[in-house]
């Protein structure tokens, strides 16, 4: 393999951990030196340093170790070096050389860090910041995601995205925010901006909103790792037990929703035999935990009693539409969104017919709130083509597919589109 070759496998090996580790890397980081920003500048140098070594060193057995063992390194370096170095950090360095060996270790177990993960979290869902502060910045450093990815679930432009992580972060060093899970009197009014955290980083894994593959269930796999440590620590919050009831089913679903090459599979034509009985079942209990906390079901338990109806079915045809139209307007009164709507008008198609259907649509159109969501055009030509109007449909069609961001959604629609082509 030529030099060029080794540094470029090297680079998509460095990406790979970045994106896979970069959430427990610089969580940790942030507790070690407790500071947010200064994390972040050591976990990019240590990427820098992976960059340069690797190619001739090789990709180490435990990549995430390496970096942190580096990065948290030069923050030793850089504290001694200091030229007035106070005796907060000098005791700080010390202890971190102490300990800062075991990094090292190839046996090194990562999942050692997955609070810092949780900390994270709550320490970017600060109270000096506001909700889309809070989420957006979570969704950058705790979840891993691109501010084009975060851009795309919040269907808002990626400049703003970018301008909120940075005002977040400043606010953050101003207030000089403690790296710790808040005490109990605050916990609460965090918990809601975690969990909209978690629900968003798994929707990103559910389904992808950029790149070649379809989904990403690693993404998913941390958001529902780290909602089940979070029902551990607070087993009295109804929504928490939802939201993982949620998760455990939809990912319940993972096996079937793509073939051994990636194509996606929609939930209409999934080998329902490929579905995960197991987490079906963590799922369910997971909603009964949720029930008898009894509360009544907040958004996330509503949206964990549609995935129930479609884990119930043996087939598609076998599921409950007419309830999960019901389920769907609770939702939209409990937390009203477009999305929702959009989501109801679909449900609705299954139960009574297209044509009442793409009423609601119409008016989600004329409303322009989804102007650029390309699950709207998607769900409008369904319905046109299901109501014989071939020709529109197409166009809407060929319209989702402009907007798509992944690739892989991108190819279904265009072939949908070209199969009315082929009709006509």
Request: hydrophobic share 45%; with cysteine.
């Given at each position: 393999m030529t030099d060029e070759a080794v540094r470029e496998e090297t680079r998509k090996a460095v990406d790979a951990v970045w994106r896979i580790e970069s959430a427990k890397i610089v969580a940790t980081l942030t507790r070690t030196v407790g500071d947010l920003d200064l994390a972040e500048d050591l976990a990019a140098q240590a990427l820098l340093e992976a960059v340069e070594q690797w190619p001739a060193t090789g990709v180490p057995r435990n990549p995430a170790a390496w970096l942190t063992s580096v990065a948290t390194r030069r923050a030793i370096d850089g504290w001694r070096r200091r030229?007035?170095?106070?005796?907060?950090?000098a005791h700080f360095a010390r202890e971190l050389e102490n300990d800062a060996s075991h990094f090292d270790d190839v046996s090194w177990d990562p999942d050692r860090i997955?609070?810092?993960?949780?900390?994270?979290?709550?320490?970017?869902?600060?109270?000096?910041l506001n909700r889309k502060a809070q989420?957006?910045?979570?969704?950058?450093i705790g979840g891993g995601l691109t501010t084009e990815e975060i851009a795309k679930a919040f269907l808002t432009p990626t400049a703003t995205v970018q301008q909120r992580i940075v005002r977040a972060k400043k606010a953050l060093t101003a207030s000089k925010a403690v790296f710790e899970v808040p005490g109990r009197e605050e916990f609460s009014s965090r918990l809601s901006a975690v969990l909209g955290v978690l629900y968003l980083v798994f929707n990103e894994g559910y389904a992808a909103s950029s790149g070649d593959e379809w989904m990403r269930a690693d993404l998913s796999a941390e958001a529902l790792r780290l909602a089940r440590i979070l029902a551990e620590l607070v087993p009295g919050e109804s929504e928490v037990h939802g939201l993982v009831a949620l998760m455990e089913l939809t990912a319940s679903r993972f096996g079937a929703r793509t073939t051994s090459t990636g194509e996606p599979i929609l939930l209409a034509d999934q080998d329902r035999t490929r579905?995960?009985?197991?987490?079906?079942?963590?799922?369910?209990?997971?909603?009964?935990?949720?029930?008898?906390?009894?509360?009544?079901?907040?958004?996330?338990?509503?949206?964990a009693a549609i995935a129930e109806c479609h884990a119930r079915a043996a087939t598609f045809d076998d599921t409950d539409w007419k309830k999960i139209v019901i389920l769907y307007e609770a939702l939209a009164q409990l937390a009203p969104s477009p999305v929702?709507?959009?989501?109801?008008?679909?449900?609705?198609?299954?139960?009574?017919g297209p044509g009442p259907a793409l009423e609601f649509v119409d008016k989600l159109v004329a409303s322009g709130e989804l102007a650029d969501y390309h699950l709207l055009p998607s769900v409008r030509g369904e319905l046109l083509s299901q109501l014989g109007r071939s020709e529109e449909a197409r166009t809407e069609l060929l319209e989702a597919a402009r907007l798509a961001g992944n690739e892989r959604e991108r190819a279904v629609l265009v072939a949908k589109a070209d199969a009315l082509l082929s009709d006509q």
């Open positions: 030229e007035r170095l106070d005796e907060r950090y997955d609070d810092d993960v949780l900390r994270l979290m709550f320490i970017a869902c600060h109270p000096v989420v957006a910045l979570t969704l950058r579905w995960d009985r197991l987490q079906i079942s963590r799922g369910l209990a997971a909603l009964e935990r949720a029930d008898a906390v009894g509360r009544g079901r907040g958004p996330y338990g509503l949206q929702v709507d959009l989501n109801h008008a679909a449900a609705v198609s299954m139960a009574y």
